[in-house]
């Protein structure tokens, strides 16, 4: 009786775990619609509104160059003229007086119709996907991230259910699409062609609570480091973008197309920064939760493991990013480098560790 019941729960998880699979595989073809009405909708919104960037520079240009002004202070030998030319000043972190583009907001009312769908269709699609999730939990019967496969599946569906929350809130983050359900995609495919790993229990040392604390709240961290770096890189580009229209260069058709569909340089940096400094005190907390969780289950706090260094040293890259934000000669593309260099620090911690490198964070073949 007691062996019968011990089947046909196996059998029912086992069901749960094909379950998930096929909601992740289904979760992928939504993505890939999602994807396909994101490229419809930056080809078709960018035939107008494209230029706003130049006209606007073109006129801080101008004001710039306009002629001095003159004053006349009155002495009693006659007037003193004082020559007042007007400045126009630019702080590193390109905060120049430049409208935001159409920031993937349509541009055209086809472009912004297509644009609709594809936000429709990636919130469906992350529907899908936290479900697979779910049933994964559900089959294994315990947290859906105690490897890799798991984690990357986990990780993609906070981090499109952290920018359909900006979307939620009003927040301009429709530029993020196109990029968002791209990498998504990549780290899908990953997951189900070279993480995949069947539904099994957990090795004793991940059989705590604390991997429902100290591993959620990493994966949470990393989605919000990475929509942060993804605004970033593309702070990058279109602060490029400014300074060779400002300085008289003319960008190709392409360029112009691509770049007058995101924020101006100033609202990217402003998102990157305000995400990344928001989430730190959180990464600070994994990381201390994490040397709790190695207390418990190896009898010490800190033993310079690698996911434990490399852990730190995406803190103290993050630490860095955030000093340099305060520091007058470091603002801008100093500090996005940095800002990049952590999250690649994050991502090698994520793959490199797990994969090349053996440690006491090593489980499930990966």
Sequence with gaps: MNLAAVSLAAETN????????????????????????????WVLGSRSKVG???????????????????????????????????VVTRSAAGTRDVPDGPGAAGGTVQGDLYGRIAVSLTALAFLVEATGVVFRALAVQRAPWGNMYEFSTTFSTVAV??????????????????????????????AVTWLKTPSDQLVPALDSYWLWIHVSTAIFCGAVFYLGAVATLLYLFRDSYENKLATGGNPGSFARSVMERLPSAASLDKFSYRVNAAIFPLWTFTIIAGAIWAGDAWGRYWGWDAKEVWSFITWVGYAAYLHARA??????????????IAFACFLFNYYGVNIFVTSKHSYAGV
């Design 52 to 86: 706003r960037t130049a006209a606007a520079l073109t006129a801080t240009d101008t004001t710039a160059a306009a002629p001095a002004v003159t004053v006349q202070v009155k002495q009693a030998g006659g007037a003193a003229v004082l020559d007042r030319p007007k």
């Design 14 to 41: 086992e069901s749960l775990a094909r379950m998930s699979d096929v909601l992740i595989y289904s979760s992928m073809a939504v993505y890939t619609l999602a994807f396909f009405a994101h490229i419809a909708e």
């Design 161 to 190: 259910g952290a920018y359909l929350g900006f979307l939620v809130a009003r927040k301009n983050v429709r530029w993020l699409g196109l990029p968002l359900v791209t990498t998504v995609l990549l780290d899908l495919g990953m």
């Design 327 to 340: 520091t007058a000669g470091w603002k801008g593309r100093k500090a996005a480098y940095i800002a990049l």
